[in-house]
């Protein structure tokens, strides 16, 4: 179908302040990508409303005229879920960033879907609260995008992601009608239509109103650093503190690329510059518990090969440890503008053997990878740099990518922990699940929008994105988990194979 997109211009201003319609060429540049700026495309349209009447009253537009949307956040996401596919109008919900109510009493916030992830704890810790999701990108990234996503944090392994901190939505569905999912409270007896609405990437509606849950801040914290000689070594110790029954807040790993990265944007060395990787562990709760905890955790540590072992000394001093962590990605940024980030899942256990086997894998395809990651829930951000003005090496980094992501299946781990399927990921969802499965997954997203106006093109593999079967994409090269132990670090083998 083609869109008369003068004519949906001039319905939007008809609906929409003057300064909510963007149309200028130059304007909708800043639209044509999200985190993941391997893939672009340029708007025709972009509105940004500033309530849910507007929202409704753009979406019931797009209904009678057929005009496919995408909803879009801060634009922090890292798998093509806001491109604007398909001719598709972007409704950017940056300018509803307002706090609607606070509840203390009831522990609760409720917010609109642009407010960054950062302000609500900021809200609420005055009165010792907080809210527990907590990405990398939490300065910058918007609370509709962290539901569109299920998003997750360093502090997911304790508390979980977003969908453990929802209670309840309201919600335009893609014909603008406005429902409520979720009833507010920790526990319901209905359909849970609010779990089903979080993570589904802008495909069955858009959020306007979000009710989160807030937790009361920890009487103790502490954070431990633990340098290895080996990536194995530190994997071995999260493996080590998860199995002894010790719980802690996150854990989180950077490899030796990652740490001079971070060093040389600090200006000095926070980190050991030698280590070949650093484990942050971070350990809350009541004082005595957490003293036991960094006593356990860092014997542990210990055996598993761990030279030396930090506690920060402050509160000062555990803002900085944990802002290297979440500096990664811009610090890989200011040494290689161009670098692709993969997100997927293994379990703990997995933890050494995949790494070794993604080190591998870089050597095969000649593209370094820097790694840093949620390791106390085996969730993996390998960080693949290239040149972009390299002959092919687009290709060479999307195989790489698909390699990663099927060496994580083939460990029993998944093809993203918290960003999404999208446009980038799509072609490889049927590695993970099989035909009747994605037929009942098409169908709860029929139920919530039969004419496929929200995001259409997203998550599912079709013949027009991936061609006849995403399987026969994937490189040829098969990654095996059962390759031969040297001084007990594993060297995965590397095989071509017909089939996947």
């Known amino acids: ?17 003057a300064r909510a319609v963007v ?6 540049l800043a639209y044509d990508c999200d985190g993941l700026t391997l893939h672009r495309e340029q708007p025709s349209l972009v509105v940004l409303p500033e309530t849910t009447a507007q929202v409704a009253a753009v979406l019931r537009l797009c209904h009678a005229k057929g005009v496919p949307f995408v909803a879009r956040g801060s634009g922090t996401g ?52 907080y809210y527990a999701p907590d990405p990398s990108s939490q300065v910058v990234c918007s609370i509709g995008g962290n539901v569109a996503e299920n998003s997750g944090g360093v502090h997911c392994l304790k508390y979980g992601v977003t969908s453990n901190h929802v209670l309840e939505m309201e919600v335009v569905l893609p014909d603008g009608t406005i429902t409520t999912l979720g009833s507010g409270l920790a526990e319901s007896p ?46 071995e110790a999260v493996r080590l503190v998860t199995a002894a029954g010790v719980l802690p807040a996150g854990m989180e790993i950077m490899d030796n690329f990652t740490i001079n990265a971070v060093d040389d944007l600090f200006g000095h060395d926070e980190y050991p510059r030698d280590a070949a990787a650093v484990l942050l562990i971070e350990l809350d709760g009541q004082e005595r518990e957490v003293t036991a905890a960094v006593e356990i955790a860092g014997e542990l540590c210990r055996r598993a090969g761990a030279r030396t072992i930090r506690r920060a000394s402050s509160e000062v001093d555990r803002a900085l440890l944990w ?3 979440k500096s990664a990605f811009a610090a890989v940024g200011r040494i290689t503008p161009t670098y692709y980030v993969q997100d997927g899942v293994v379990p703990r256990s997995a933890l050494p053997a995949v790494l070794a086997a993604i080190e591998a894998l870089s050597r095969r395809y000649e593209l370094p990878v820097a ?15 290239y040149r972009a003005d390299e002959p092919g090496v687009i290709e060479r980094v999307q195989a790489l990518g698909a390699d990663i992501l099927r060496l994580c299946i083939e460990a029993g781990g998944s093809i993203t922990g918290e960003h999404g399927v999208g446009s ?37 593999p079709t013949p027009r994105s991936c061609g006849e079967s995403a399987r026969r994409q994937a490189s040829s090269l098969s990654v095996r988990l059962d390759g031969p132990v040297s001084d007990g670090v594993l060297t995965p083998s590397l095989e071509p194979l017909d089939v996947f």
């Open 78 to 129: 890292l798998s093509g879920g806001a491109l604007a596919e398909n001719g598709a109008l972007v409704i950017a919900t940056t300018r509803m960033r307002s706090i609607l109510k606070v509840d203390l009493a009831n522990r609760r916030i409720t917010v609109q879907p642009g407010v960054i992830n950062g302000w609500v704890t900021r809200a609420v810790s005055g009165d010792g609260f």
């Open 190 to 235: 209905e359909l849970d239509l609010r779990g089903v609405f979080i993570g589904s990437e802008g495909t069955l509606g858009i959020a306007t109103a979000i009710t989160l849950r807030l937790l009361r801040a920890p009487q103790s914290v502490a954070v431990l650093l633990a340098d290895f000689t080996a990536m194995e070594a530190a994997g």
């Open 23 to 28: 149309a200028a060429p130059q304007e909708l």
């Open 323 to 325: 802002k290297g962590r």
């Open 424 to 460: 980038d990921k799509r072609c490889y969802l049927d590695w993970m699940f099989a035909p009747d499965d994605l037929a009942t997954m098409r169908l709860v997203r029929e139920a919530f929008d039969p004419a496929g106006l929200a995001n259409p093109g997203k998550i599912f």
């Open 1 to 17: 179908m083609t869109i008369d997109w003068a004519a949906m211009e001039r319905h939007c201003r008809a609906l929409l302040p």
């Open 371 to 385: 790694n840093v990651f949620h390791a106390g829930d085996g969730n993996l951000h390998p960080l693949i740099l």
